[in-house]
């Protein structure tokens, strides 16, 4: 089976995503905006095989383009010919209509699907959760319930942007749920009533044991279906809250006794990244009593410097703060914890609850593979809406039937076993050369520009601007292969044995 026959998200890096998207009112056939927007969000395989059987495109004088709001800068036409020219012909099987292989669930709670949203902005209010369950989510942890006071500064979020404008990490300043704990208990209750089948993840911070207490109890009375005790805000850490609990064992340990005394439905520990290891505060977890791990939360950080003012990002009248760390560039942080928490024997069998940077189905999975046996989503979210559920469930669901899973739960930890904590048990008597691919190469040079100033000077660059490889010099690092932006290097097919070299 190959999964090579799809197109690379940044072929559609300039698409809007727009609400209501003008392209596809003006097309005929109604199609773009969602095959754009499969594309933009790595689901091309899927898109291309739910597209009708002829290509409405051909002969179209592309009113799409046209009616673009970034005209001209969005191939709407060729990206739908390649997915019917390149993608389509690779696919080994239709469109799977049967969703059950994606069902699972969290601590013996059914979830028809491994995607939550995670405690934030976008699960704070009633009607926001219900739309969301109408898109397609599976549940929701909502906003931290607490009895605090919260005011909120403004503004609250900061970026770090890729070239092509996309946030790649987002920083928020912005703390717990501003609605009262009766309130938020009466969102709980409406939503079970509208939604039965939706899972209700309470998150809650208290101040003492008897609150951690109090409000478990009152989630469950309310129709929580779990509870999530938040010891990893890292905004709420004055007077040892949020991340302060987390980095510390003892107290994580105690609260979740003082939770688990309060109700009988299950509990999750919300730990914090911002330590060396979670396994104390994991193992902590489970001599309180917890059901199963939630992580990771976002993590401390500062995202810029005004070079006018001086003032770090965001600015708030002269002053900033310490922030959540969030977005895709968190998430090989947080694959690194969640391997090592479902890596780890001690705490074999508790439910873990994965986060940080999931934007695609392909990020979900990785989680998956690792050990998570449930996701949660809030960044991507904030970035695209609700709607981004429609492509990571039918993309996952695509792939689990391209790899004859039966089931979510089969993928659960089949990467954990080639993970290790140290690199040394990797093999290192041989190599694996880099291979050109003449017909893709653009002669940018920036293969041999690397390796010489990176690397270890084993390219040549000639008068025919085509990059040549010196056996004798190449170590086999692969730098090549990062750095070049048209994908014209791959690997060759074995790997051969290589002398010393100093």
Request: with cysteine; charged share 20%.
């Amino acid at each position: 089976m190959s999964f090579e026959n799809s197109i690379s998200r940044s072929a559609a890096i300039d698409c809007a995503l727009c609400a209501d998207a003008p392209c596809e009112i003006a097309c005929p056939a109604k199609i773009p905006a969602k095959a754009v927007r499969s594309i933009r969000f790595g689901n091309s395989r899927y898109a291309a095989a739910v597209l009708p059987q002829e290509n409405p495109c051909a002969g179209c004088s592309a009113p799409c383009e046209k009616a673009c709001v970034r005209a001209g800068r969005v191939p709407i036409r060729a990206l739908m010919d390649k997915l019917y020219d390149e993608v389509r012909p690779g696919l080994e099987l239709p469109a799977p209509s049967d969703k059950n292989r994606l069902k699972t669930d969290l601590c013996g709670v059914p979830l028809e699907n491994p995607f939550l949203l995670s405690s934030s902005v976008v699960a704070s209010t009633y009607d926001m959760c219900a739309r969301a369950f109408e898109a397609g989510w599976a549940g929701a942890a909502l906003k931290t319930i607490c009895s605090f006071d919260i005011h909120e500064a403004s503004p609250r979020f900061s970026a770090i942007k890729g070239s092509g404008g996309e946030i790649i990490g987002f920083k928020n300043i912005e703390q717990l749920s501003d609605h009262s704990v009766a309130e938020n208990m009466e969102i709980f209750r409406r939503l079970k009533i509208s939604y039965p089948t939706k899972f209700i993840l309470a998150s809650i911070m208290g101040k003492d044991e008897a609150e951690w207490e109090e409000l478990a109890g009152l989630c469950e009375q309310n129709g929580a279906d779990a509870v999530e005790l938040n010891f990893s805000c890292p905004n709420m850490a004055d007077g040892g809250l949020g991340s302060d609990i987390g980095q510390v064992p003892e107290l994580v340990e105690r609260f979740t006794k003082a939770a688990k005394r309060g109700c009988r439905i299950p509990v999750l520990a919300k730990l914090t990244p911002n330590v060396a290891s979670m396994l104390p505060a994991g193992e902590a977890a489970l001599r309180g009593g917890a059901d199963g791990i939630a992580a990771i939360n976002t993590i401390k950080s500062i995202t810029g410097v005004n070079p006018h003012t001086y003032i770090a990002a965001p600015a708030v009248h002269g002053r900033s703060a310490l922030g959540g760390y969030s977005g895709n560039a968190v998430k090989p942080i947080a694959l690194r914890f969640i391997s090592e928490l479902a890596g780890s024997k001690t705490l074999s069998g508790l439910h873990i609850s994965g986060m940080g940077g999931i934007e695609t189905w392909q990020d979900a999975l990785e989680f998956i593979l690792l050990g998570a046996g449930s996701v949660q989503v809030t960044t991507a979210v904030m970035q695209y809406g609700y709607r981004i559920i429609d492509d990571l469930t039918s993309g996952l669901n695509y792939y689990l039937a391209e790899k004859g899973f039966g089931s979510v739960k089969e993928a659960v930890g089949l990467a954990l076993d080639t993970v290790s904590e140290t690199t040394d048990v990797l093999e290192r008597d041989t190599i694996l050369f880099p291979k050109f691919d003449n017909d893709k190469c653009i002669g940018c040079g920036r293969c041999f520009i690397s390796c010489c100033d990176g690397g270890h000077s084993a390219i040549t660059f000639g008068a025919d601007r085509k990059p040549r490889l010196n056996g004798s010099r190449c170590v086999g690092c692969h730098l090549c292969l990062l750095v070049c932006p048209e994908g014209a290097i791959g690997t060759a097919k074995k790997r051969v044995s290589r002398n010393p070299y100093d």
